[in-house]
């Protein structure tokens, strides 16, 4: 098992920024992939970044690509999403999430933080 808890979601104004942080615990030697991803109301769940854990590479949605960056710290178990520029569509419940092997889909996520709500104003 492991447990991920997020934090730092709040209300922003458009064009500000926002760093959100994952922290694993648990068996976070098994941890492959961490991916963040978001949920709108009234939308499904979407892929925002997913990075590898062993070498750092990096894939972001188009949406995000240019304005959002993930990275990882490995001696903390913690994986954080830099958000720069924001906008009103950014708004959502943000949440953390691991696989097993690389991939976009949330279906292939195995475990998942309770998410954090990101608010951006326009």
């Known amino acids: 098992q492991v447990q991920l808890v997020e934090s730092g979601g709040g209300l922003v104004q458009a064009g500000g920024s926002l760093r959100l942080s994952c922290a694993a615990s648990?068996?976070?030697?098994?941890?492959?992939?961490m991916g963040w991803f978001r949920q709108a109301p009234g939308k499904e769940r979407e892929f925002v970044a997913a990075?590898?854990?062993?070498?750092?590479?990096?894939a972001y949605a188009d949406s995000v690509k240019g304005r959002f960056t993930i990275s990882r710290d490995k001696a903390r178990n913690t994986v954080f999403l830099q958000m720069n520029n924001l906008k009103a569509e950014d708004t959502a419940v943000y949440y953390c999430?691991?696989?097993?092997?690389?991939?976009?889909?949330?279906?292939?996520?195995?475990?998942w933080g309770q998410g954090t709500q990101v608010t951006v104003s326009s």
């Open positions: 648990g068996r976070t030697f098994s941890i492959q992939i």
């Open positions: 990075i590898s854990w062993s070498t750092g590479i990096t």
């Open positions: 999430a691991t696989a097993r092997r690389w991939t976009r889909n949330n279906d292939e996520y195995d475990y």
